[in-house]
């Protein structure tokens, strides 16, 4: 890309015209298009750099919205407002016509004549700008750009030929990291298509010789699944400390579940694992031994792995931390939030010490190690997104399944043999894939990294 000889260094308010965003009154605002109505962009409608006009749009009277601020092919959308420090001041520019308008959160950049908008765009997503950006964001304005925040950034302007060819390049070269991008993208998705499809052949016994077939072969006999679980039975009736008499676990439905492979059984979760919920959030709670220790939430419990990106901290008391410690293999299923969250969940494997849970997360802890913790999540995260949302209930803006329908989630038994032999398979194949998905992660961050560096030579 060529450098710029001679930069004058201008204001934004020298170059361009700042339009504030529509205010309207929230209770005449549409979600479907109507006659008199507008389409009105808002925030969250600028998305990686680009506009998106044809979904979550407000649909707002047009006695309220005037001429100026009627979007033209030119005009650059920025959010001027974010819950987050890192989305504000995000933009992206309207290439071609289009009938809407922008909400109280935004503003629209109009270059003048002699701006060229592809220049000016692309200054908007410089490093330059982002530093000056950031500087504006501090303090009491964290959330907020003021006009005068706008129309102070600096920015370098020569001719305008030498605008369009700065722009041109930027966009030559931003296509072929599309491209580039798109690749492993694509790479990307069909790898989680292959890990899924991994995964239900294991949990359906197609992914390793099964050991009914092994026995058959070298004629010898072996310890089936149905057996299996009369020795975790027991092992479950011995351990009883429960009030009252024991009661034997019901064996579960199924009427609808699929034919297991030889040697396999079926079984209720409950009586392979002990369940238990977690803590309630309750700042009125007073203990004498109560103390801080962290809890996991359901952001925390993903679909096949543990966030502990953010852990919070909750006061409980000396008794409860020793009812809910988590222990390493403890299995964690989530209790509710959005409807496919429902049951999500991984293995804890003794991240942090004295952890608990929330009432929102259940765990389950094996009766005996002769069931395998990663085969009976794996189980929860691909099957188990069917029952549990099958069986889950349904509030105004909460789903959410009970202690009852978990106790019932039917588990496939493979023997113990297979187990190993399974859970050692997927994990070899998933450390490949895992190793390939690092380097596509890799790839398009320096994809990133090499966008940051073509509009820092252009804007230097």
């Known amino acids: 890309m060529s450098g710029l000889q001679e930069r004058p260094e201008v204001n934004l308010a020298d170059v361009a015209d700042l339009v504030r965003g529509v205010t309207y009154p929230k209770a005449e605002a549409r979600d479907q298009a109507a006659p008199g109505y507008v389409p009105m962009l808002r925030a969250t409608n600028i998305q990686?750099?680009?506009?998106?006009?044809?979904?979550?749009?407000?649909?707002?009277?047009?006695?309220?919205?005037?001429?100026?601020?009627?979007?033209?092919?030119?005009?650059?959308v920025v959010a001027t407002s974010s819950g987050s420090k890192h989305l504000l001041g995000k933009s992206a520019l309207l290439r071609s016509d289009w009938t809407g308008a922008f909400g109280a959160f935004c503003a629209a950049i109009r270059p003048k004549p002699n701006v060229e908008p592809r220049y000016l765009a692309a200054f908007l997503q410089s490093p330059s700008y982002w530093k000056q950006v950031g500087k504006k964001a501090l303090g009491v304005n964290i959330n907020n750009l003021r006009r005068g925040d706008i129309e102070t950034l600096t920015l370098p302007l020569p001719d305008l030929d030498e605008q369009r060819r700065i722009a041109a390049e930027i966009e030559k070269q931003f296509s072929r990291l599309d491209e580039a991008v798109a690749g492993l993208k694509r790479i990307k998705a069909n790898l989680k298509r292959y890990q899924a499809a991994i995964l239900k052949a294991a949990v359906e016994g197609r992914l390793v010789p099964t050991e009914a077939d092994l026995a058959h072969r070298e004629g010898r006999n072996y310890e089936t699944g149905a057996q299996l679980l009369q020795r975790i039975l027991e092992t479950r009736r011995s351990q009883w400390q429960g009030k009252g008499k024991y009661k034997e676990p019901a064996a579960p439905d199924t009427t609808t579940l699929p034919e297991l492979p030889e040697g396999w059984t079926w079984a209720r979760l409950d009586s392979i694992a002990a369940l238990k919920g977690g803590i309630t959030v309750d700042s009125k709670r007073q203990d004498t031994t109560a103390r801080a220790v962290p809890y996991l939430r359901v952001a925390n419990v993903q679909r096949g792995y543990i966030d502990l990106s953010e852990v919070k901290t909750i006061n409980a008391p000396t008794a409860v931390i020793e009812e809910l410690r988590l222990r390493h293999g403890d299995i964690l299923f989530n209790e509710g939030g959005d409807r496919d969250k429902l049951g999500r969940g991984w293995i804890w494997e003794d991240q942090l010490?004295?952890?608990?849970?929330?009432?929102?997360?259940?765990?389950?802890?094996?009766?005996?190690?002769?069931?395998?913790?990663?085969?009976?999540?794996?189980?929860?995260?691909?099957?188990?997104?069917?029952?549990?949302?099958?069986?889950?209930k349904q509030t105004t803006n909460l789903a959410s399944i009970n202690l009852t329908k978990l106790s019932a989630f039917p588990v496939p038994l493979p023997p113990l043999a297979e187990q190993r032999l399974i859970v050692a398979e997927v994990d070899r194949i998933f450390s490949f894939t895992e190793t390939f998905e690092a380097q596509i992660s890799a790839g398009l961050a320096h994809a990133n990294m090499l966008r940051r560096s073509i509009l820092a030579r252009a804007f230097s």
């Open 48 to 76: 990686d750099s680009k506009l998106v006009l044809n979904t979550d749009l407000v649909h707002i009277a047009e006695r309220n919205v005037s001429s100026e601020q009627r979007l033209r092919p030119g005009d650059i």
């Open 353 to 392: 010490s004295d952890c608990i849970h929330q009432n929102h997360v259940f765990r389950a802890r094996l009766v005996s190690p002769d069931m395998l913790p990663k085969l009976l999540s794996w189980w929860g995260n691909s099957f188990g997104k069917d029952y549990f949302q099958r069986e889950g």
